[in-house]
């Protein structure tokens, strides 16, 4: 289990990577791939109704009571993440490739540009292997 300050650096690590222009607000588009990065999984629906209850504007303070409330209220088991991890791991070696995240956040309904992915598989891929 994770510390607060844990949980609390993750959290401005995965705002700051989506704050491009350093304005301390994310786009309501974002907020589903920055979610994701902090490894909660709100569905489409949810975040339409997630955006609809914050607005336009999402600043760090919003994101972190969105991400927290998300958390408390949306555990997921072990086997379903398990089983999570099997759906994207096609290839069954045990790891995800760029290419099966790539595929999966496609898969997912997230439209990220070609940067956003290559960000975001930076920081997933702590050895730089590749997967």
């Known amino acids: 289990m994770t510390s607060n300050s844990d949980e609390m650096r993750l ?11 350093h ?3 994310i786009a309501p588009q974002e907020l589903g791939v920055v979610l ?5 999984s709100p569905s489409e629906a949810d975040l339409q109704k997630i955006q609809q209850q914050v607005g336009r ?3 760090f303070d919003t994101f972190v009571r969105v991400a927290q409330n998300f958390k408390a209220n949306n555990h997921e088991t072990e086997d379903d993440i398990r089983e999570a991890f099997r759906v994207f791991d096609k290839d069954g070696t045990g790891y995800v490739s760029v290419a099966e995240l790539k595929h999966a956040m496609i898969s997912l309904g997230e439209r990220l ?3 956003e992915v290559d960000e ?10 590749g997967r």
């Open 11 to 21: 959290y401005q690590e995965a705002f700051a990577l989506f704050d491009k222009d």
């Open 23 to 25: 304005d301390k607000i």
């Open 36 to 40: 994701r990065s902090c490894g909660l």
């Open 57 to 59: 504007k999402i600043d």
């Open 113 to 115: 540009t070609e940067e």
């Open 120 to 129: 975001l598989t930076r920081e997933a891929d702590i050895d730089a292997d």
